[in-house]
């Protein structure tokens, strides 16, 4: 039982370096993480996303940056199991007065396989100190189709989303909405 490994760790370490720093930085070794950001014209409520899609295409998908005003998560737990469009909403927020201040929509095609559970017990700190990437995701969806760019069409790699939202705030005088900026490096 005690026989020496079959390779030497330290062929690993220049992969895993970063994994005590960044808890989630094993997610980028084995999925590919783009962003979604909504058309707040047509829909106020709407959130940006984010999809983490493993190598079987089976994707993740959650919340890019969730308002600090969120205190409650109401999951659409009817829908497991069933077909969702790119319009079909997962789940919504509720500010303390339980007025529902944001939702989130499948945003692509396909089955929706599973909704976050960890939500009922832990509720909104799921979503805060950078946990909305990883343990606080919303959805679990398997796409319609294998092909990411008709899947994920009008998704952008973490760069893009960067560089989109830098240049929207821009544009504004005030940024307005309080939120909890997800780390994009």
């Not at 606080?136 to 092909?147: N, Q, V, Y």
Request: with cysteine; aromatic share 8%.
């Amino acid at each position: 039982m005690d026989e020496p490994a079959d390779y030497d760790i330290k062929d690993y370490s220049e992969l895993t370096k970063d994994w005590n720093r960044d808890p989630t930085a094993y997610l980028n070794r084995y999925y590919s993480l783009y962003y979604k950001s909504v058309n707040k014209e047509s829909d106020p409520l709407a959130s940006d996303v984010y999809v983490r899609q493993s190598p079987n295409k089976i994707c993740v998908l959650g919340i890019s940056n969730p308002s600090t005003d969120i205190e409650n998560i109401v999951m659409n737990t009817s829908l497991i199991g069933e077909k969702v469009k790119r319009n079909t909403t997962l789940c919504t927020f509720e500010n303390k007065q339980g007025e529902v201040i944001g939702h989130v929509k499948a945003e692509m095609e396909g089955k929706l396989l599973e909704l976050n559970d960890r939500f009922k017990k832990e509720g909104r700190s799921l979503l805060f100190n950078g946990h909305h990437m990883d343990t606080g995701f919303i959805a679990i969806i398997l796409p319609k189709t294998d092909e990411t760019k008709i899947q994920l069409k009008g998704y952008q790699t973490a760069e893009e989303y960067k560089n989109s939202l830098l240049a929207s705030n821009n544009n504004s005088p005030i940024l307005e909405r309080k939120s909890t900026m997800c780390n994009i490096s």
